[in-house]
């Protein structure tokens, strides 16, 4: 873009508002194509931490449901079960299966290691047979 004739590329105030050679040398650009960047650029900035927000709050719920916790276990029949009840789970953050890291037993009942392959959450499932629950 050629400069406009009474100009000749200086600085005074005069031509600066106008003078897109001017206004492309410094950090400046048009309000018009800043601003909108800008209200896009947060528009997503604010719908990632809303989503952030949503997840936190999906995962706290989690937490009182059976399983996700020691005291309050699931309760199945047999060992067996286990596995496939916690691939039948999926994360409450992103409505995915889990995968099964570890499965072990424990004094308490079985804790199985999931995993949620879409944000890699890793949450801890416990469970309890039933039998140990009559005696």
Known sequence: MEPRPDC???RSAKCAESCPLL??????QQPT???LMARARTARRELERERKKLDEAKWKLALLQPGYRRDRPIAVDSASQIEPHVRGMTCPTCDVSYRVLDHRATPEGRVVRAQCPQCGRTP????VLRERLSS
Do not use: K, M, P
């Open 33 to 35: 194509y800043d601003g």
């Open 8 to 10: 000749q590329q200086s």
């Open 23 to 28: 206004l492309s040398g410094t950090n400046e």
């Open 124 to 127: 801890e499932i416990h469970f």
